[in-house]
């Protein structure tokens, strides 16, 4: 990919939220070396913090958030040009708000696959914070959700994506050639109590570990 220039100081931030910027930068160029340059990866840190920016309760987290959704963005891209493949599939799971069955199935994943799979999720109109039931009924199953956040999801991401799941989003995800994708026809557990959710929770679980039978990476 071709270095992009961006814009230079950004006023709209304070010196602390520029300090970690600046940090987050850093660390990303470390971490894509002979990838993409250092505009490329400024590019896109201040476009992820901008997804955040507008709907963030929590100011102090958005360069945390922007550098982690970056990354993402990155291998994302890297993947798709060629630049950058550890041979582990991506499992992509997509809902409306990103904020409860989408979470609880990354948890499940990362939870049973460990390292061997890279998962991600995202929403369609991404929530302010993950549903406080569905982290009750994960932090049952002594899964800690509490460290992921509600955020969107872009065509790279899907176009990066070997499987991705679908959970009420409709037509809105895009499609790709060659990549696999299933709709898992579950309830949403917005506004339901936890022994509800619970009952989404099992489900879900059910649903994961058949996936990853299916794509042969055996559940811990």
Known sequence: MT?????????DLSIDQQTALHTAA????????GVYGAETIEL??????DQFAARSTVPHFLPLLAERFARQRLVAQARIEGLRHDGRPIVLFLCVHNAG????ALGFLTHLAEDRVIGWSGGQEPGIEINPAAVEAMRDRGIDI???????WTDQIVQAADVVITMGCGDACPIFPGKRYEDWDLDDPADKPVEEVRTIRDEVERRVRLLLDQIGVPAT
Do not use: C, N, W
């Open 146 to 152: 509490t460290g992921e956040y509600p955020k969107p």
């Open 3 to 11: 270095d992009i220039a961006v814009p230079g100081r950004r006023d």
């Open 44 to 49: 896109f840190l201040h476009t992820s913090y």
């Open 26 to 33: 850093m660390r990303l160029r470390r971490d894509f070396d």
């Open 101 to 104: 069955r989408s979470q609880m």
